[in-house]
């Protein structure tokens, strides 16, 4: 009965292939995100959603796309991967957009472009 | 846009009392936050502190002070398990979107 759940964990890859990375969430929250953390720990939102409507999109190439099925999952798909796409992708979800609310983290997914 | 800053490292002893400052310089502000991550996992909830003043849970205080761009993160009874990054983070008014710092690297010592 995991909160925020990623597939898969760990994906290793070659530079120039497309993959996905899918995250659910059960905690009936209207808003999902995806964030990447780079080598140095930096933390940093890529995209945000609400009942699955874009409402971030940072600088982020447009190799990367999220889909949104509905509110409880939010995917990410990544085209012609490159070798800074090196990093760990979290997922995570909050109640609303506004106020104080938590954001809830997935366990992560570690992925390694070679 | 969002500007934070903390230290990227910190030690201290098993027992102690530790405080890690943020400041922040921001277009908008509309709350603050404290993660903390341990190495391989995922980030966790801490504090989130809206208006000016002292919020306390536990071993766990957080400080904020608004006209300063001010916080810190104050942690009491040090305790091994407590190593790990605390990472800052600043709620921006306009889009709901959350900017995290850089992350402080805690060592607790014995």
């Known amino acids: 009965d995991t909160a925020v759940s990623q597939t898969p964990k760990y994906l290793v890859t070659q530079m120039g292939n497309d993959k996905s990375i899918k995250c659910e969430q059960n905690?009936?929250?209207?808003?999902m995100y995806w964030y990447k953390q780079d080598s140095k720990k930096f933390l940093k939102i890529m995209f945000s959603?609400?009942?699955?409507?874009?409402?971030i999109n940072e600088t982020v190439p447009n190799r990367f796309s999220p889909k949104s099925p509905d509110k409880a999952h939010l995917n990410l798909h990544i085209n012609s991967l490159e070798l800074g796409d090196s990093a760990v992708y979290f997922c995570?979800?909050?109640?609303?957009?506004?106020?104080?609310?938590?954001?809830?983290f997935g366990p992560g997914t570690r992925l390694l472009v070679l | 846009g969002q500007n934070i800053d903390q230290p990227t490292e910190m030690t201290a002893t098993e027992g102690a009392i530790v405080q890690i400052n943020c400041t922040y310089q921001?277009?908008?502000?509309?709350?603050l936050f404290w993660y903390q991550q341990h190495a391989g996992e995922a980030p966790t909830f801490l504090s989130y502190?809206?208006?000016?003043g002292l919020e306390e849970k536990g071993r766990f205080s957080s400080f904020l002070s608004r006209s300063k761009g001010y916080s810190y993160l104050l942690l009491k009874e040090l305790q091994m398990k407590d190593s790990a990054s605390y990472l800052c983070?600043?709620?921006?008014?306009?889009?709901?979107?959350?900017?995290f710092g850089i992350g402080t690297k805690l060592q607790v010592i014995p």
């Open positions: 983070a600043v709620r921006d008014p306009g889009y709901q979107k959350v900017t």
């Open positions: 502190n809206v208006l000016d």
């Open positions: 905690l009936g929250h209207d808003t």
């Open positions: 995570a979800s909050s109640l609303r957009t506004s106020g104080g609310e938590t954001q809830y």
């Open positions: 959603y609400n009942n699955k409507e874009l409402i």
């Open positions: 921001t277009s908008g502000f509309n709350g």
